[in-house]
Structure formats: C-alpha cells, structure tokens
C-alpha cells in the first residue's frame, strides 16, 4: 500500500459557476396572462440571463475536468494522478484559473448590458427577470475557479496504526483506484469503437490519438496494479506494426480493432496482464486477432455497464496521515 500511495495524489476541482438561473414561481406565469416562452423558462427555472453568456465558464471548467481526468482516474468526487504528473498539471490548472479570472472579468464588465440584452428580447416579461436579478457584486462572488491537493503518505514506523489502517480498508485503496482505471478505459474504449470504428474498413492517423491516450494514462498509472505494465508493453506491440503514415486497413486495422475491443472489457485487460506476467500469454497481437474474431461475430460491442466483470468499488480513503494544499481564484 505504501509504496502506491506514494506516487499518487489526489487533485479535487472546486469550480463555481453561476448558475443564472431561479426558481419558477406561480405568480411568474400568470403575470402577462400568457405562457413564457422556452427560452426564458424551463423545468421549473427562470433564467436571467442568455445561457450563452455562461458558456465559457462551463467550457474552461470542461478543459480542467478532461485534463485531470486524461491523465488521472476518478476517485470518489476527485482524480488521484501520478505524482510525476503532478506538475505538469497543477501548471495546466493554474493557466485554466488564469482564463476563468478573464472570463469572468468579461463578463462582469458587461452584466448590465448583457441583462438589458436579455430584457430587450422578452418583451413583457421583464418584470418576470427584474424581480431576482443580483447586483453585479453577488453575482461575482458566485464564480470560482480553485483546487485542493491531497498528499496520502504511508504511516511509516507505526505498526499498529497501519495494521488499523488495512483492517479499515485503507490497504485496498489502491485495488479500488485499479479497478475505477480498468472501468474508466474500458468506458472510454467503448466510446471510441462506437464512434470511430464500428462498420469502418479503412480509418486515419487520427483514430490513433485516442489509442495512445488511453494508452498514456495506463503507462502513468502503471503503479497501482503489476497488469497494467505488461498491458501497456502488448498496446506498444499493437501500435509498433501499425503505419506511421496514411490510411490504416487490413491487417492493421484488424489489430487495431483487436486491440481496443480488448480494452472495453476490464475483466480481459486483468485476465491479459496477468497472463504476461505469468508466462503464459499469447502476446496482444495474437490476443487482438482473437477478440476481433469475436468481435466480429457479435452485433457490437456491449454497451456502457454490461462489459464483462463486476463493477469496481472505490473504497473511501481511510485516515492515513494526508497532506493538502489548496488554490482557489
């Protein structure tokens, strides 16, 4: 457990965004005697001004979730990722405050005329807006752009606090985060033969970029289980005889498509790794002409939730001794 732990931490979003929005109130409907229209209510809410304003914040909030995520695996309502890492994107989360803090500058500049805008194209429902507008203070201090970093460190030199610890749970931390990056890959593997490969004869360079990224994360997180090392190793075989250049068919693709097939099912990827490490594996290249036989016997790949192997449960982190740092703009 130590020796996992030690390489990762634990990276938690805190981004706030204003929601623009109020509750709908019965007296906001009968008002001018007529129904407002769509795009001022919705499932119960007002909406004060156009959705369209808030859009960037969802947008650089988008980035901050894609890059941790991209590069980490979920764990609980955070992304533990490799220390190694930590840098790179920690630096990749400041420039995102950075670009929230202009957003939100820009759009703070402009909020009474983006409301008298909004007004302007609801003609007899301004009342309706007026009546839970927020002054342009309020309205800033419900923007937030910020992250804390969590640091577990091993209980090195006491025995008996770590003999709680396991008996607790916390020794199956890193199975959970194991597991929780089987499912995550094999989520996003799905994805990709969904959109990208099902029905195709013949793909691009670019149907490769998701292949290596998938490919990346396991490699950055090869720590947390002795299958991923040798997972990794079989994708590289895969990736090494596939072109460098133009289209991508035949043979290729065949391996190709064995390969991430294989990927969609975390009980494989397991079974796959251990294996290698046993000896007795066939290589990916030969497990990929295997899956895409399968595969191609088979309607298409099982949707999100049925792939086969239970559903990994990430344990909460027990009390071991966690260090925090936090930033928050």
Known sequence: MSTVLNDVVVVSLDVRIWSGRKKLRPEDLTASGRLPPKDLVS?????LCDPRALKPFAEVKRKAEARCGAIGVRFARAFAIPKVAAKSVLSELNGLAE?????????????????????????????????????????AAKFGFGYAVFAINAVDGDTELATLLERGGAGNLATGLAGALYQEVASESREFVRQSLTGRHAVTQKFLRPVRAIREKLAGLAFLDPGIAPLVGSIDEVLAVVPKKGRIDGASLSALRGVVTLLTDPARMREHGQLVLAGCGQGLLGAAEAVAAEAADAADVAPDGDAAGEEAAVPAAQPARVQRVSAFW
């Open 99 to 139: 670009q929230f803090r202009a957003v939100r500058a820009a759009f703070l500049a402009t909020y009474d005329e983006e409301l008298a805008r909004w007004k302007a194209q609801h003609p007899g429902y301004e009342q309706l807006i007026e009546t839970e507008l927020l002054p342009q203070a309020r309205v």
């Open 43 to 47: 499932l119960g809410s007002k909406k």
